[in-house]
């Protein structure tokens, strides 16, 4: 049985939230915010609370957050989404158009063309559909009308007042997801704050309309968790049946690459190709495609995809269309039918 006092906390504090959901926030919560911004950035706190004056609680927010858009588990019915002739096509396009950025963001950071192309298609089918909520409404949303998310919203929220103080930026330019990822790359603001550079040396880092910052920021990204110049991504693996070495079950969730290849070549799970040393690591991936039962071995640079978003099939999906892209690029060129 609950104690007198643990009954008038629990209750206490979901007073406190039904206030935060369904009407105005703790005005003492909002104000610490500011208070912890302006002492650490010395930011002004006049600006600090116009600018929160500005947010307010956004419904779609709420509703997409109750019933969110990814619920697909099995790579049969990914890849599809994301697999698709006008993809292609469209990342060629892309590419094409930003060539000069593309080949001088992999002379700075090491990071291919193909991979940061696939990044940008599958977040925004190449910014096309970056979303269209106010980033300011969907963090202020989180922080104070949705007790799940509070503590991610607040810390987004205090990032975003720093991109908006430090980028001179008005809250209405950045658009974004109803979660508050932003722009052309989906960065969420602690991200930007990381990893956002200004790529044209314009003294902005523009991921909403700015191809140059989008692609160097996208390449900055994977360079920092650690991509590794011409390694290989992926490499496909023998069946493994349940209860042999090595099996495992299908899983979204990435883990870190833990096997050396030699180990798994002995087993007989992989030939390793030319050029891929022995001491590699991989972690062994069970996808359910078409034909049923895949296995892919991931390495070092998909579990560095695997930072921007920590599903396997995501990953799996940035690699194959870099790979589709990346292959009608090079019977474009054989053709001649591609600058």
Do not use: C
Not at 18 to 32: F, I, N, R, T, W
Not at 230 to 235: D, H, M, P, T, Y
Not at 285 to 304: I, K, M, R, S, T
């Amino acid at each position: 049985m609950l104690s007198t006092l643990t009954k008038i906390g629990t209750l206490a504090a979901l007073l406190y939230w039904h206030g935060a959901v369904l009407g105005a926030p703790p005005a003492d919560e909002v104000e610490a915010l500011i208070q912890d911004l302006a002492a650490e950035k010395g930011y002004p706190v006049e600006t600090l609370r116009e600018l929160l004056q500005g947010a307010s609680r956004n419904q779609l927010v709420i509703d997409s957050l109750d019933r969110p858009a990814e619920t697909i588990h099995t790579w049969k019915s990914y890849r599809p989404i994301f697999l698709q002739p006008n993809r292609i096509e469209e990342g060629v396009a892309y590419w094409e158009k930003h060539r000069t950025t593309l080949e001088r963001a992999q002379a700075v950071y090491g990071v291919p063309p193909e991979i940061i192309v696939a990044i940008i298609g599958v977040e925004t089918f190449y910014g096309k559909r970056p979303g269209s909520i106010p980033i300011l409404d969907a963090l202020y949303t989180q922080a104070y009308h949705y007790p799940r998310r509070h503590e991610f919203g607040r810390t987004q929220l205090k990032a975003f007042l720093q991109i908006l103080m430090e980028e001179r930026m008005e809250p209405a330019m950045a658009l974004g997801s109803y979660a508050g990822a932003m722009g052309t790359p989906q960065f969420i603001p602690t991200s930007y704050l990381s990893y956002a550079v200004d790529f044209d040396g314009d003294g902005k880092r523009d991921i909403w309309g700015n191809d140059a910052d989008v692609i160097g920021s996208v390449a900055n990204y994977f360079s920092r968790h650690n991509w590794r110049q011409g390694e290989a991504v992926a490499l496909p693996a023998r069946p493994i049946e349940p209860g042999q070495p090595h099996y495992i079950e299908p899983a979204q969730r990435a883990a870190p690459p833990n096997t050396p290849l030699l180990e798994l070549a002995a087993a007989g799970v992989v030939t390793a190709p030319p050029g891929v040393a022995d001491d590699t690591k991989a972690t062994i991936l069970h996808l359910q495609g078409d034909a049923g039962a895949e296995f892919w071995l991931g390495l070092n640079n998909f579990y560095v995809i695997t930072r921007y978003n920590h599903s396997n099939l995501y990953a799996m999906a940035v690699y194959q269309l870099s790979q589709e892209i990346l292959a009608l690029k090079n019977g474009a060129l054989k053709n001649g039918t591609s600058g």
